[in-house]
């Protein structure tokens, strides 16, 4: 998060009207509650949804993330847009055991499917990632879209990060799912839809109105930072335009640059919340005169706060070619979402909360293969000397998470493991079946290690648990069984992380060990295979030391320590 942003909300919110900082979130949302009757409170966390959501056998479109941002996601939750929206704490994601509940009430019962739908950042795509994952496993039909519409990489390690494009695409997946179109057809036409959408957020550092001195020849000039994030993170480059006009024409020529624009096109304009209605409103005139003029057809107009940030002055354009005319269909859809500009016309009778449906689990089809005893032994001994390390190293890690975290990443993995090893030590951990004990501590990860750490292990274990339950039940567990485990939950961890090998993170040495073992003759034993490995390893932790960091990555180390902790738990005797 931006330096520029205070931490806690009592800084955020100091000198506005609010009663319990800590509670502004669910504040919130009763106020949308209670000002719109179609939608209504989940009882199980900050979660708006569509009162009428379990009567309609449609694709339930969902999407959320961090509060701070609103009317996003919460107000476009209605008829026409989302069924629901998932808020996290403010500037934080959601937790992962909230947004799986709501993909699992949302679709109770109902066969359409679920459609999620993110901003590109790491946190959201992590919890949400493995809420969808989580989903899958159950038997729920899902799909996620991440959209990344920022006109060009201003973050290389995060790629194009997720802007107001994000409101056009909740816009149209809604309208689509309204008309009772498929999953499938929804999902890819979203797909499309990135492929043909650019956005730029701007923001004005040092504007302001003032009286000008009758006597003075000198203008208030100010500066425009391009490319920066929503938080105000620092952006591509800084100019110093004087008027609305000079900062229009340069804005669009730099997306204009990285995105081709066709002749017809849908226009989003973002206010981000602090700029005036007179900035915003001479905003968007600039803009349809150097369409104009170049000839290109703005067929239809947004504009308005949709995706806002506290102390962040400033406006993101959002540009969509209309490649397909079902586009213009699908805005023009009826929406019941307040924060698209719908009022509802009904008394507001029903306030209640609304209530979690319960829900029964599918049976499990499959538990996939069962461990020999000896099997069961030296998974014991190695998950032990894991949580061992990792608690006896908490202290070394935390000071290496201090370089640009908030040195406490020892301490969670020392939480999990001490739970891991109570849970051992009380026999509660049965280690007869992968598939089930892999979801254990993917339980663990998320609800006790937490944040973005936790949220990635959650997702290994998650996916390792989903990979032996698709195995058959005689499998018998060799080396290379667990190593394409790890390679497809690595994989998963790259897909949702945004990451791949020499970004300097927990990825690199997962990468560099299933690889070079991978390369490694096939008639080496297994120790032998991982003896060497080990090496490669830690050269791979050491070469995340990047840029400015004083130490390697945090997440790296914890990976160094339990796979060398493990090592040696294998190669004593009685193993």
């Excluded at 932790?541 to 090592?567: F, N």
Aim: charged share 20%; with cysteine; proline share 4%.
């Amino acid at each position: 998060m931006s330096s520029q942003l205070p931490l806690f909300e009592e800084d955020i919110f100091k000198g506005h009207l609010v009663n319990i900082p800590s509670k502004i979130v669910s504040d919130t949302l009763l106020g949308m509650s209670v000002s719109n009757p179609n939608v209504g409170i989940l009882d199980c966390g900050n979660v708006v949804v569509r009162r009428d959501y379990a009567e309609h056998n449609i694709v339930q479109v969902v999407s959320g993330g961090p509060s701070g941002h609103e009317p996003f996601q919460a107000g476009f939750v209605g008829k026409g847009m989302l069924c629901a929206a998932v808020q996290g704490d403010m500037f934080r994601s959601p937790p992962v055991h909230v947004i799986l509940k709501t993909i699992k009430q949302i679709s109770y019962n109902l066969t359409g499917g679920v459609l999620v739908i993110v901003r590109n950042n790491t946190s959201d795509c992590l919890n949400f990632g493995l809420a969808v994952e989580r989903a899958r496993n159950r038997g729920i039909g899902v799909e996620m879209i991440v959209v990344n519409d920022e006109f060009c990489v201003v973050n290389k390690q995060q790629g194009k990060r997720g802007s107001s494009g994000i409101v056009l695409i909740n816009k149209i997946a809604g309208a689509m799912a309204d008309k009772l179109l498929p999953l499938n057809t929804i999902s890819d036409f979203c797909k499309r839809l990135l492929e043909n959408m650019g956005s730029i957020l701007f923001t004005i550092k040092t504007s302001h109105l003032a009286d000008e001195c009758v006597c003075s020849t000198q203008s208030h000039e100010y500066e425009i930072e391009i490319g920066t994030g929503l938080h105000g993170e620092k952006g591509l480059l800084v100019i110093d335009k004087t008027d609305v006009h000079e900062v229009t024409s340069f804005i669009l020529t730099q997306l204009s640059r990285f995105f081709p624009i066709s002749p017809n096109v849908v226009i989003l304009v973002n206010n981000l919340g602090n700029s005036l209605l007179l900035e915003e409103m001479s905003f968007v005139n600039e803009i349809v005169n150097y369409l104009f003029q170049r000839e290109i057809h703005v067929l239809r107009m947004y504009h308005g706060k949709y995706l806002t940030s506290p102390k962040v002055r400033g406006f993101s354009l959002t540009i969509l070619n209309v490649f397909d005319n079902d586009i213009l269909s699908y805005m023009d859809h009826p929406c019941e979402a307040p924060g698209w500009g719908y009022v509802s016309t009904k008394p507001l009778e029903d306030l209640s909360v609304i209530l979690c449906r319960p829900i029964k689990r599918p049976p499990v089809k499959s538990l996939g293969p069962q461990l020999t005893q000896q099997q069961r032994n030296t998974v014991y001994y190695a998950v032990q000397f894991a949580c061992d390390a990792l608690i006896s190293c908490e202290r070394q890690i935390n000071i290496i998470d201090c370089d640009e975290g908030r040195g406490n990443v020892g301490t969670k993995m020392k939480r999990g493991a001490a739970i891991v090893l109570d849970l051992m030590k009380n026999r509660r951990l049965d280690f007869a079946r992968p598939k089930c004990w892999f979801e254990i501590l993917g339980q663990i990860s998320e609800r006790h290690v937490g944040g973005a750490i936790g949220s990635s292990y959650s997702i290994l274990f998650e996916v390792a648990s989903i990979y032996f339950g698709d195995q058959p039940e005689d499998l018998y567990v060799e080396f290379h069984v667990w190593l394409k485990c790890l390679k497809e939950a690595i994989l998963v961890i790259k897909q949702y992380g945004n990451t791949q090998f020499g970004f300097g993170t927990m990825y690199d040495p997962l990468f560099v060990f299933v690889e070079t073992i991978n390369m490694l003759p096939e008639q080496t034993k297994s120790m032998e295979l991982f003896r060497l490995s080990l090496k490669y390893v830690e050269d791979a932790v050491l070469q995340t030391k990047q840029g400015s960091r004083k130490y390697v990555d945090p997440g790296a180390e914890v990976v160094r320590v339990w796979i060398k902790a493990i090592y040696e738990g294998l190669s004593l005797p009685y193993n």
